[in-house]
């Protein structure tokens, strides 16, 4: 199975993706990351590890994904013969065509416990709501924000005298453990022969 990432920022999620593709842990491999952010050290984790590299325009948006930008996107990944697209820190509403060019095949990760805490800063709304119980989850993406079917969740405390960053950063580690069980998962589910096979 062949990984596309897709992130916007600092790429740890990436880089928990990368090395249990480098342990032989998650059966795939990367094949591109792509980033419209060329500050993202996405970019440096992807270079040190001699993964192929693209920037995305958006065009000069902020916080857009143009529609031209993201039918280059899936030509850029279909060419290098993604099966699998995993959104890992992407900042940018994923709709068509790169809905329609891989269908059930985007995953992404959220810092919360969705349907709980949807958007931007999860874990200052799990924080701010006074929540015991916060953590993250991978989901297939269906065009909406933070929707789409689930795939895997991971459990963690609020603990007392948490503030944003001690929080997040318990999300973070528990994203770095699910989000590889998750492609785990997906390869197992993919490497099903279709009935009557
Ligand atoms: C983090 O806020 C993480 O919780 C969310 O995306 C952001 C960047 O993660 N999933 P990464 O380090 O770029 O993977």
Known sequence: MRLGILGSGSGSNMQAILDGVADGSIPATIALVMTENPQGYILERARKAGIPTALIDCRGFKSKFPEEAQAETAAALKEAGVDVVCLAGFMRLVKKPLLEAFPDRILNIHPALLPAFPGLQAWRQALEAGVKETGCTVHYVDGGMDTGPVILQGKVPVLEGDTPESLHERIL?????????????VARKLAVPAPGM
């Open 173 to 185: 580690e528990a994203e770095h453990r699910i989000y590889p069980e998750a492609i785990r998962i």
